[in-house]
């Protein structure tokens, strides 16, 4: 991996970058383009850690591969600063304050008990709708805007409709990404300078190969071993290793990894998945309070813990793999035209979990729809903050609830 600091003073320098991202995840809102944003005030016009065109490409790389966009580009910015220990500091400063409040959502959601408590989850769970109309909005506009993209968007939707299942997701994208090499050529052309730290080959190597041990141990150890925790990380690790397009599309892969097999109830996944988006940094941080409520022992911290371990474990090691071999991978059009292809699935896999378990879960009448789309224009129009919508859309639940 990258060494530390030009002054060698490692320690400092990871106490640094802590201090710095720990400020970032408590007053980063609004999603994985504005967490951008405000890593490109603090790193590159602040404290010019990085120069400009070095932010672009690295960006750029993050948002080509699976796993948190922002949260990759916060890892690769604290490997750059101060080694892997300034990694795991990024990493922690900028996780740690919304995961803790959702490890409290967890206990706090699961104590409610009476008519407004019935109120404010299913608040939640019409804010959920709202955020997530949003984005397949959004990222129809940007992924799918041409005919070839829009048809592959469209045929991940009839994958899901027609074989609806936890493998529906996977196979969707798989598809997109297929199909991407034959319709979606075209795009501009990748930079051939280096788009993040130095990881050395060996060491990219290892952590591809850490990452499809993942992938293809976990699902048959969780199947023979009839453990829970097992079943818990390979879902949360399946979710995080097959995430394109932004922190929303964890929705239908977690979904199907938790509520279908029934390690989670769809309410109790839904309520979450609405209190998340009031929350500072890093939207799979979600996975705190799902491993809590999958988990409560102990007040759900082992859960919290193994299931944020888990989701964001082979983003991270698809990272270091990239910046090891990315410049020869990530400017080859085949490989850009693949990821075009299943940007664009994602897409269809994101629309068809608006439809269900989302609204199929959420809206049960004509009010029910009125605060659905009062959320989404708040988001959409109005340019509202999220916390903002939760809050509105929460009281609007209570508030019908006592009616």
Same mark, same amino acid.
């Given at each position: 991996?990258?060494?530390?600091?030009?002054?060698?003073?490692?320690?400092?320098?990871?106490?640094?970058?802590?201090?710095?991202?720990?400020?970032l995840g408590l007053v980063s809102f609004g999603g994985?383009?504005?967490?951008?944003?405000?890593? #490109?005030?603090?790193?590159?016009? #602040?404290?010019?850690w990085i120069d400009e065109e070095g932010y672009a490409r690295?960006?750029?790389?993050?948002?080509?591969?699976?796993?948190?966009?922002?949260?990759?580009?916060?890892?690769? /910015?604290?490997?750059? $600063?101060?080694?892997?220990?300034?990694?795991?500091?990024?990493?922690?400063?900028?996780?740690?304050?919304?995961?803790?409040?959702?490890? /409290?959502?967890?206990?706090?959601?699961?104590?409610?008990?009476?008519?407004?408590?019935?109120?404010?989850? *299913?608040?939640?769970?019409?804010?959920?709708?709202?955020?997530?109309?949003?984005?397949?909005?959004?990222?129809?506009?940007?992924?799918?805007?041409?005919?070839?993209?829009?048809?592959?968007?469209?045929?991940?939707?009839?994958?899901?409709?027609?074989?609806?299942?936890?493998?529906?997701?996977?196979?969707?994208?798989?598809?997109?990404?297929?199909?991407?090499?034959?319709?979606? $050529?075209?795009?501009?052309?990748?930079?051939? !300078?280096?788009?993040?730290?130095?990881?050395?080959? $060996?060491?990219?190597?290892?952590?591809?190969?850490?990452?499809?041990?993942?992938? /293809?141990?976990?699902?048959?150890?969780? #199947?023979?071993?009839?453990?829970?925790?097992? @079943?818990?990380?390979?879902?949360?690790?399946?979710?995080?290793?097959?995430?394109?397009?932004?922190?929303?599309?964890?929705?239908?892969?977690?979904? !199907?990894? &938790?509520?279908?097999?029934?390690?989670?109830?769809?309410?109790?996944?839904?309520?979450?998945?609405?209190?998340?988006? @009031?929350?500072?940094?890093?939207?799979?941080?979600?996975?705190?309070?799902?491993? @809590?409520?999958?988990?409560?022992?102990?007040?759900?911290?082992?859960?919290?813990?193994?299931?944020?371990?888990?989701?964001?474990?082979?983003?991270?090691? &698809?990272?270091?793999? @990239?910046?090891?071999?990315?410049?020869?991978?990530?400017?080859?059009?085949?490989?850009?035209?693949?990821?075009?292809?299943?940007?664009?699935?994602?897409?269809?896999?994101?629309?068809?979990?608006? *439809?269900?378990?989302?609204?199929?879960?959420?809206?049960?009448?004509?009010?029910?729809?009125?605060?659905? &789309?009062?959320?989404?224009?708040?988001?959409?129009?109005?340019?509202?903050?999220?916390?903002?919508?939760?809050?509105?859309?929460?009281?609007?639940?209570?508030?019908?609830?006592?009616?």
């Open positions: 991996m990258a060494g530390a600091g030009a002054d060698g003073d490692g320690g400092r320098e990871a106490a640094e970058v802590l201090g710095v991202f720990l400020r994985p383009i504005a967490h951008l944003g405000y890593f #490109r005030t603090e790193f590159v016009l #602040r404290r010019r690295l960006v750029a790389l993050c948002q080509l591969l699976p796993g948190p966009a922002s949260s990759q580009v916060g890892f690769a /910015l604290g490997l750059m $600063r101060a080694g892997l220990p300034g990694a795991l500091a990024a990493w922690a400063g900028f996780t740690l304050p919304s995961a803790l409040l959702m490890l /409290l959502a967890a206990r706090g959601l699961t104590l409610l008990q009476g008519p407004l408590a019935a109120g404010l989850l *299913h608040g939640l769970k019409i804010v959920a709708v709202a955020v997530v109309a949003q984005a397949v909005w959004g990222m129809a506009r940007s992924l799918a805007p041409d005919r070839p993209r829009a048809a592959i968007a469209f045929l991940a939707v009839a994958i899901l409709a027609a074989a609806p299942g936890p493998a529906a997701p996977v196979a969707a994208i798989a598809a997109g990404a297929v199909l991407g090499p034959w319709l979606c $050529r075209g795009g501009a052309p990748g930079r051939a !300078a280096r788009a993040g730290p130095a990881v050395a080959p $060996r060491a990219g190597l290892i952590c591809l190969g850490l990452f499809a041990l993942g992938l /293809l141990l976990l699902p048959l150890l969780a #199947r023979a071993g009839g453990w829970a925790p097992l @079943a818990m990380a390979d879902a949360f690790y399946r979710a995080g290793a097959l995430v394109f397009g932004g922190g929303h599309v964890v929705l239908p892969l977690l979904q !199907a990894g &938790l509520v279908g097999p029934g390690l989670m109830g769809e309410d109790a996944f839904l309520a979450g998945y609405g209190a998340a988006q @009031a929350m500072p940094g890093p939207l799979f941080a979600f996975a705190a309070y799902a491993g @809590a409520v999958i988990a409560p022992e102990a007040g759900g911290l082992p859960g919290a813990a193994l299931a944020l371990a888990a989701i964001f474990l082979p983003g991270f090691l &698809l990272l270091a793999g @990239a910046l090891a071999f990315g410049d020869l991978i990530g400017t080859r059009p085949a490989m850009q035209a693949a990821m075009r292809g299943a940007n664009a699935a994602v897409v269809g896999v994101l629309g068809a979990a608006l *439809h269900d378990p989302l609204w199929t879960g959420a809206i049960a009448g004509a009010g029910d729809f009125a605060l659905a &789309l009062g959320g989404f224009l708040l988001l959409t129009v109005w340019r509202a903050p999220p916390w903002l919508v939760v809050m509105l859309l929460a009281a609007g639940g209570m508030a019908a609830a006592l009616v």
